[in-house]
């Protein structure tokens, strides 16, 4: 053969062994694909991951190291933000004390919820992580609002110094409406002006289960609230208690004038 004709060989089959290699990649590539669409991955990821990895490997593998690792990263800590996202600390208070008030086991409650004990048992510790879904089954089952797991009860006692709380004013009049509580669905209420003078305190029992007295000192002071702890305030100073403990209202001023509103839940 001559030199031409050789080389002119070579070209055809250097040619058909690359062709043969491509041919033979772009089958394996497709295989590789379609085993990943199989398993519920895109094509793209999986080529985009083999030339990350041939990258990877002609850099020494610092580079894939390096994605591997941001990936990894960014998965945790978005997984991080979803969970931080619920108020586990409080909805693990409130399963607890909204259980315990029904009477209900831990094995009772999943039962009636439709959960496993080991979910229910990790909310109530604060390491679980509850779904919407979760939550509603379980106010069902405690036969509770969705509100009250999530949100933190208030307190017994709220003290709304003067200056203090949501104002709204007029724009016709020199007039401030400051919001001190607002009204609980189908509560009712009564209203009273205390007028009270130093001396002998005021010792009242409880009254009927569910209710809470407000109270906003117009004038004087007064020491008040639950009998073993009250508060004294001034004018414009407000304060809500339970009313169904024992209860105190002891003027420290003379003239001391005072608005009561009982409300009945």
Request: aromatic letters at 2%; proline letters at 6%.
């Amino acid at each position: 053969m001559r030199a031409g004709d050789a080389r002119a060989e070579g070209v055809r089959v250097e040619n058909a062994r690359v062709g043969d290699a491509q041919a033979e990649g772009v089958r394996a590539e497709d295989a590789r694909a379609g085993d990943a669409q199989a398993e519920g991955v895109r094509v793209e990821d999986v080529r985009g991951s083999d030339v990350r990895a041939g990258r990877g490997r002609r850099a020494g593998g610092g580079r894939q190291g390096r994605g591997e690792g941001g990936r990894q990263g960014r998965g945790e800590g978005s997984g991080e933000r979803a969970r931080s996202g619920a108020p586990l600390d409080v909805i693990a208070a409130s399963l607890r004390r909204e259980r315990e008030r029904a009477g209900l086991s831990l094995t009772e409650l999943a039962r009636r919820a439709e959960i496993s004990k080991s979910t229910l048992s990790q909310l109530e510790s604060g390491t679980g992580n509850p779904s919407v879904e979760t939550l509603w089954a379980l106010g069902v089952a405690l036969n509770v609002p969705f509100g009250r797991l999530v949100q933190p009860p208030a307190p017994a006692v709220q003290v709304i110094r003067r200056g203090e709380g949501p104002a709204v004013a007029s724009e016709r009049a020199d007039y401030i409406a400051t919001l001190l509580a607002s009204c609980p669905p189908h509560a009712r209420r009564d209203i009273y002006l205390i007028s009270a003078e130093p001396g002998t305190a005021r010792e009242s029992d409880p009254h009927m289960p569910g209710v809470v007295e407000h109270v906003v000192i117009c004038s004087g002071r007064a020491r008040l609230g639950i009998a073993e702890d009250p508060v004294e305030l001034g004018p414009g100073d407000y304060i809500a208690y339970p009313g169904d403990v024992a209860h105190v209202f002891e003027a420290l001023e003379p003239g001391t004038l005072a608005v009561l509103v009982s409300e009945h839940v």
